[in-house]
């Protein structure tokens, strides 16, 4: 990562979890607080490790379209990743300012440009360094920043109070027209996104109207009708009803029409160009923690970073660690931890003493643990090729901005060295639901609702744990544990053990098993696990009431396909009937399409050419048997009753004519 440039350190305003004494990645802040520990979250500036996800940000947006997971979780990553097709547009800055002459901005609105009455600046823009000095209002603008930094960041999104200040002493031009406007610092605006900075058109944006009439700002409406649209919610969706006003050449076009003509005129005049943002951030990977694998730099005397030797790897955790919370990683304080550093590297060099957050790890693991004791590689060729990418995945949807975005970020750098041949991890993914506790609620030591599977596993054993947890409803729906269910299916399994001793025929497969193979083996691919099971509770009380008629090819046949579901119990009863080894190593049972359609049929029933009545059949039933049903209809024989019958005229499945 170091090599390619991916990973580096930088000074940044990070996400502090104080509770936690260590940096958050923005995948692990939830709504402004810690998904650890629910605290909230405060922002301070720091310097850390951060990998360059952000260079990936348009292949992880496009290659969504290779995977087949949930629709939702799609669109829930691809909103993360958030990307914006807009344009930057340059406001030069009037006056002798320094360094920075012009106000870059990113919108995804050009055609509201008329409609700009002010700009605003997140507290961060470097703008305010190099002008502070020269603001009439210096003082106050130093303060409003210094409080800004100090508010979480929630705080910071909801902005409530919508506070801003305008930068006394700057005016920007608007390139379009030339028209002076003022520039304010923000809260709402984020350092982050863009460049930080927004031309605010309060007369078609919600937060900009908030803003500019909380501090009394003009506002102008551009639609014809001059009245406040909200851009986001209407117009985008609604173009073509609104046509634009107070735009000079571009009066009376549709927003739709003015958007691209409006960039194209701010192209000409070098004042912007068309620009697609991302709302994912780079990746924050080091952590002040103990556990989690130290970061593999070393610092020289003068502070330059280097990777640590090949041979110098892994670099293990001391034991000399004391766990006292100071904000500082607690390696900071191992004696062992950088023994031999010196001697290894030089004198005055340093060991890094942050540690990687654990999502490192998971990004990965799927590509060891299909080889896990290789010592040269972290899989060979072969485990690759057969094994990877993972066909089916399965996990918790509160994974989708952390691991699953982390792992394809891993896969894709993996395939750009050339180390594996796919660039996505997880081709097919589900979710699975939650179970709940006996009372509907979330499984939580405070409601004392926990159900702790040992226990369980304890009490009826492994195969009725796993079988009732697939009986319980479908896999991605959320559901309640039920103890008296619990003992359904134990009930079951017994009832299976105790067949076994039935004496079976040696008659072959009977065609209803036929039909079972095929079910179970199409529900158990469509991991529509429950409908399994009940097909397989059906079937048992098929053979119960048959017990003389069923082969042992069927009752091998339903152990075959019983063994996923009842590893251990199946594995039990086939070692007593079958000598070739373990249940689990069998071919799965084979069906018979051919056996499978016995569809039912419409057969009219006709006397002397006139239907009289229909019978609903199997389709290939016999003509006798037809007849014999068709005679026994009253409808029939009141027909019949006169004559005695000539003949009988049978079209298979269709018509049988009773000719008198
Ligand atoms: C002017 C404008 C007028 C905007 C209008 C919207 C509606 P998405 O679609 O989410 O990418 N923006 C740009 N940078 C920002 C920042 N650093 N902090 C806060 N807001 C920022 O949003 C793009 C829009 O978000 C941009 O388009 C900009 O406001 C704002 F009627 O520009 B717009």
């Known amino acids: 990562m170091l090599e390619r440039g991916l990973a580096y350190r930088k000074k940044q305003i990070v996400n502090w979890c104080d509770q936690d004494k260590t940096v958050l990645a923005n995948e692990q802040v939830e709504d ?16 850390q490790w951060y990998l360059k996800i952000t260079d990936y940000a348009e292949r992880l947006h496009t290659d969504l379209d290779k995977v087949d997971w949930p629709e939702e979780t799609i669109k829930r990553q691809r909103d993360w990743i958030g990307k914006s097709e807009g344009a930057v547009v340059k406001f030069p800055l009037e006056g002798n300012l320094g360094e920075i002459k012009e106000l870059e901005v990113f919108t995804t609105a050009h055609d509201t440009i008329y409609g700009v009455t002010f700009m605003a600046i997140a507290p961060e823009h470097k703008l305010i360094d190099q002008v502070l000095k020269q603001l009439e209002n210096s003082k106050d603008v130093e303060s409003f920043i210094k409080k800004a930094r100090n508010k979480t960041e929630l705080e910071r999104q909801q902005n409530k109070d919508k506070s801003g200040l305008k930068l006394e002493g700057i005016n920007a031009i608007n390139p379009i027209n030339g028209s002076k406007i003022p520039v304010f610092v923000a809260d709402y605006v984020l350092v982050e996104y863009g460049s930080g900075a927004i031309m605010a058109v309060p007369g078609h944006d919600d937060r900009d109207y908030e803003f500019a009439n909380k ?19 209407e117009i985008k969706s609604n173009l073509e009803k609104y046509s634009i006003a107070n735009s000079d050449e571009f009066d009376g076009l549709s927003f739709a029409e003015a958007r691209p003509a409006i960039l194209e005129k701010l192209t000409k005049s070098g004042t912007g160009y068309a620009k697609t943002a991302y709302k994912l951030r780079d990746w924050s990977v080091s952590r002040q923690r103990f556990w989690g694998a130290p970061i593999p730099v070393v610092y020289d005397p003068q502070g330059e970073i280097h990777p640590l030797k090949l041979e110098d790897l892994p670099v293990l955790l001391p034991d ?10 607690p390696l900071t304080y191992s004696a062992e931890f950088q023994k031999g550093v010196e001697r290894k590297y030089g004198k005055g060099w340093k060991r890094e003493v942050d540690t990687l957050d654990t999502f490192m790890c998971s990004s990965w693991y799927y590509l060891r643990y299909i080889d896990p004791h290789n010592e040269n590689e972290f899989a060979s060729k072969e485990a690759l090729n057969t094994w990877m990418p993972v066909d089916f995945y399965i996990g918790g949807p509160e994974h989708v901005n952390g691991h699953l975005l982390y792992s394809r970020f891993f896969t894709k750098v993996l395939f750009d060295a050339g180390y594996i041949k796919f660039d996505e991890p997880f081709i097919f993914h589900r979710h699975q639901g939650l179970i709940h506790g006996e009372d509907g609620r979330k499984m939580s030591k405070r409601w004392g609702n926990v159900i702790n599977p040992l226990d369980v596993i304890e009490k009826y054993g492994a195969d009725t744990t796993r079988m009732y947890e697939m009986f319980m409803g479908p896999l991605e729906q959320d559901k309640s544990w039920n103890d008296n269910a619990v003992q359904g299916v134990r009930r079951f399994l017994q009832r299976v053990n105790d067949f076994s001793k039935v004496k079976f025929s040696d008659k072959g497969l009977s065609n209803n098993m036929h039909k079972l193979i095929s079910r179970i083996t199409k529900s158990t691919e469509e991991m ?11 079937q048992l009380n098929i053979f119960e009431d048959n017990k003389e008629s069923v082969s042992l090819e069927d009752w091998k046949a339903y152990l075959l396909l019983l063994a996923p579901y009842a590893p251990f119990l199946t594995e039990e009863i086939w070692s007593n009937i079958d000598s070739n080894g373990s249940i ?16 039912e ?9 006139k239907l009289r009545d229909t019978l609903n059949l199997s389709s290939g039933t ?12 009253k409808s029939i024989q009141k027909h019949i009753a006169e004559k005695p019958i000539r003949k009988v005229i049978y079209v298979q499945d269709k018509i049988l004519n009773i000719v008198t």
């Open 584 to 599: 689990h190593l069998q071919r799965w049972p084979s069906f018979d399409s051919k056996l499978l359609f016995e569809e």
């Open 528 to 538: 529509r696990f429950n409908v399994a099971i009940a097909d397989f509770m059906k």
């Open 215 to 233: 501090h009394d700002l003009e506002i102008k409406y551009l639609t014809k009708e001059q009245e406040y649209v909200s851009y986001s919610q």
């Open 32 to 47: 402004g607080l810690c998904e650890r520990c629910g605290s909230e979250v405060e922002l301070r500036e720091m310097e």
């Open 320 to 329: 000399d660690v004391e766990f006292v919370p100071t904000g500082q990683s």
């Open 601 to 609: 049929v419409t057969i009219a029933i006709q006397v002397n050419g």
């Open 622 to 633: 016999g003509q006798a048997d037809v007849e014999a049903k068709a005679l026994a209809l």
